[in-house]
């Protein structure tokens, strides 16, 4: 079986809502990326045969479309933007690695959120009152069990047994990873610098389990889970070019075959546990184990979310996110999925570091996952 193969991964950086990143609509975070992780392929810009990015708050209108025609992709290279929430990004690639398999032979995807210009939402007024503004459509239809995203995870990490202090404990690693891998450069290669902007906003080098101790329950009275613990709402575009076996040979540069996809429902009222049956039938897929993989790329939600699912993988957390997460760098929603990719590829590919398989897998509201296993070749 052939496999589709990633040969190129950049990311912008990653900017905390209404900061570093504010003014840059979805597209126009989006199409630097595009532009440049095609200029890093190799590939002529009318070798793409689509362009598949996630997104979930944009304004509509395909954002994938105007992102390719911002990047000065020529106006015959058609677009697709997806929706699978907090996935999207890593569906996005798996709908290229789907394409390249039925005979496309080059395509960009990856994902995109511009949380601090995506426009206000509102359902009609009824009977003459005031529209409603609401921050997200519901993830479930009436009559099933749709909470919020933190009070789901809080109460996950409940039921879990995650206690308070395995969260704050994980929530300060993942912050000094990330911190010590910026200061050695190793964001450096993936990064595409959008208005000067260069770094990502949130690693925080000075946070600390103590700091972490003194913040309050966010969700809930009695909560486990606090605005430290948890990830940031952040804005950020993150792109892979996803080519067929013969077209790598061609420009003759290494890559990351992608070996398996796997896609998992589970209870809505529980959407953080969706990575964990999808990373089941991922390894399953590629015919390899937990202890075979040799990066692990997850996105940290909240702390106690990925404590969980670790404890159901029987995964080491220590293992999961070496250079740190979303927790120290972000959630750009329709980007994460995609974050998680460019991550994969730089330590297997550009740094060789680490060994030869990666994992990436990422939950979804309304109870779904994807993950995704890759091997440097």
């Not at 609509?25 to 095609?38: E, I, K, M, N, W």
């Not at 002529?44 to 395909?62: F, K, Q, Y």
């Not at 032979?105 to 003459?128: F, I, N, Q």
């Not at 927790?327 to 590919?349: D, E, I, N």
Request: aromatic share 2%; with cysteine.
């Amino acid at each position: 079986m052939t496999h589709p193969v990633i040969i190129a991964a950049t990311r912008s950086p990653i900017g905390t809502a209404g900061r570093s990143l504010s003014s840059r609509s979805a597209d126009q975070l989006a199409g630097p990326v595009l532009a440049a992780t095609l200029e890093r392929s190799g590939l002529a810009a009318h070798e793409i045969s689509d362009v598949i990015l996630g997104n979930c708050m944009g304004p509509g209108g395909n954002v994938a479309r105007s992102a390719a025609l911002a990047a000065g992709l020529p106006v015959h290279v058609p677009a697709l933007t997806v929706d699978r929430q907090c996935a999207s990004g890593l569906a996005a690639i798996d709908i290229a690695a789907q394409l390249v398999r039925g005979g496309a032979h080059a395509v960009l995807a990856g994902g995109v959120e511009s949380v601090s210009t995506a426009p206000w939402r509102h359902w009609p007024p009824v009977d003459g009152a005031d529209p409603v503004r609401y921050e997200r459509a519901p993830f479930a239809p009436a009559g099933w069990d749709d909470p919020e995203m933190g009070l789901a995870n809080d109460l996950l990490a409940q039921e879990a047994g995650i206690i308070r202090e395995r969260q704050d404990e994980y929530a300060a690693r993942s912050h000094a990873r990330a911190v010590t891998a910026r200061e050695a450069g190793r964001f450096d290669d993936e990064i595409v610098a959008v208005d000067g902007v260069a770094r990502d906003d949130r690693p925080k080098p000075t946070l600390t389990v103590d700091k972490l101790a003194r913040l309050r329950p966010a969700f809930r009275t009695g909560g486990s889970v606090t605005a430290g613990n948890s990830c940031g709402i952040s804005d950020g575009a993150a792109v892979v070019a996803v080519v067929d076996e013969t077209t790598r040979a061609r420009l003759e540069v290494p890559g990351l075959r992608i070996l398996a996809t796997a896609t998992a429902g589970v209870e809505p009222n529980r959407p953080g546990r969706g990575l964990v049956p999808a990373t089941h039938v991922a390894l399953e897929q590629a015919g390899v184990g937990l202890d075979e993989i040799d990066v692990i790329e997850l996105n940290e939600a909240f702390a106690g979310q990925i404590l969980a699912c670790c404890d159901e993988l029987g995964l080491d957390a220590a293992r999961v996110c070496p250079d740190g997460g979303a927790l120290a760098l972000g959630h750009p929603w329709g980007a994460s999925g995609a974050v998680l990719a460019v991550r994969l590829f730089h330590q297997l590919v550009t740094q060789r570091a680490r060994g030869g398989i990666g994992l990436a897998a990422i939950a979804a509201g309304g109870g779904q996952g994807v993950a995704m296993v890759v091997q440097a070749c």
